[in-house]
């Protein structure tokens, strides 16, 4: 009997250590939840903090991590500028983008099965209660800035009232079959009955304020 609660210890411990260095090794998660102030993230500053404190708590928290946004007007930035070189791997260790110009490809491993949380979570899309794959990216498809005489980032994430936000497809799934529907970073404009930037307005079109995080070292 002592015998068998060891083995049984040591197999839990074996699990656990490959548990913890796996999570270690993630360089790439969805966030299992947003702020809660719609697409006010406070800024940059604040999206990438939020990105580090889930990390943290995940294990994961030995890396620089960045939210995949980009920002308008004077000083504008790229999302695909600000978020490292790759490669990139979810929880489970499944490479989805070997590099910028990969994760802009349709070469990229970005599905819903692959795009999961920090904690190993399939984020639920087009057909689940709650619908939650608009993820918030103010983005192109190349994952560039747009230019500033349209407000697609809710005032680059300071707004929860007036604007919008690009958001794209987590699950890579939409009304149509458009190259728009199955865009993982840029799919369509935020929008609702307070404008678009508030968390009732993300909730409205099948989100919740989710960010992409990407490790940047």
């Known amino acids: 009997m002592k015998l068998k609660i ?4 040591l197999a839990l411990f074996a699990t ?15 966030t299992s939840v947003g702020p809660g102030k719609g697409a006010d993230l406070g800024g940059l500053a604040g999206a990438d903090r939020h990105c580090q404190t889930l990390a943290q708590a995940a294990g994961a928290g030995g890396k620089t991590w960045h939210a995949y946004l980009s920002t ?9 500028d600000r978020i490292g070189k790759g490669p990139w791997q979810n929880i489970k260790g499944v490479v989805v983008a070997t590099s910028i110009d990969d994760l ?6 970005l599905t819903k099965d692959n795009n999961l949380s920090e904690k190993g979570e399939i984020i639920p899309g087009g057909g689940d209660r709650p619908n939650k794959h608009d993820i918030l990216t103010g983005s192109t498809p ?3 800035a747009f230019p500033a005489d349209k407000d697609m980032t809710c005032k680059n994430y300071t707004s929860s009232t ?30 609702g009955p307070d404008g678009g930037c508030s968390q009732a307005d993300l909730k409205s079109t099948g989100g919740d304020g989710l960010l992409y995080c990407f490790a940047a070292n």
């Open 142 to 144: 190349d994952g560039k």
């Open 104 to 109: 802009h490809s349709a070469n990229n491993k």
């Open 72 to 80: 308008q007007g004077d000083g504008a930035v790229n999302a695909r």
């Open 16 to 30: 656990a250590g490959a548990a913890n260095a796996q999570t270690a090794s993630m360089t790439f998660f969805v």
């Open 6 to 9: 060891a083995m049984a210890a």
């Open 162 to 191: 007036q604007g919008s936000v690009m958001v794209g497809h987590n699950d890579r799934r939409g009304l149509d079959d458009s190259a728009a529907a199955k865009s993982w970073n840029s799919s369509h404009p935020s929008r």
